[in-house]
């Protein structure tokens, strides 16, 4: 099992960049994802990355905005979020796939069995 702690969301003014942490108490053997809810919408898949770090994958609509990294010496998965946007507003959610594969990238929540409580992500003036 692996517990997940989010941090960095808060307030900020669009145009703005946030970077969000995911401190997790192992991520070696992980598939790490970012999703995130906003208010009255279903959870969305924001970005993956493999086990390896070599391969992520993004939604359409943060593509060029957003950037998926790990470390996994630190057990740690960030998302830094640049030029954001009043629709990036949600809470967001780290989550954790076990896999035996090192470059595979995972998009569907129901694939990721391990999530954080999630963290606001508020894009106003």
């Known amino acids: 099992q692996v517990q997940l702690v989010e941090s960095g969301g808060g307030l900020v003014q669009p145009g703005g960049s946030l970077r969000l942490s995911c401190a997790a108490s192992t991520s070696r053997n992980y598939v790490m994802g970012w999703f995130r809810q906003a208010p009255g919408k279903g959870r969305e898949f924001v970005a993956g990355?493999?086990?390896?770090?070599?391969?992520?994958y993004y939604v359409d609509s943060v593509k060029g905005r957003f950037t998926i990294s790990r470390d996994n010496a630190k057990n740690t998965v960030y998302l830094q979020m640049n030029r954001l946007k009043p629709e990036d507003t949600a809470v967001y959610y780290c989550?954790?796939?076990?896999?035996?594969?090192?470059?595979?990238?995972?998009?569907?929540?129901?694939?990721?069995?391990?999530w954080g409580q999630g963290i606001q992500v508020t894009v106003s003036s």
């Open positions: 990355i493999s086990r390896s770090g070599g391969a992520t």
């Open positions: 989550a954790a796939s076990e896999t035996f594969w090192a470059t595979i990238v995972r998009v569907r929540s129901e694939e990721y069995a391990y």
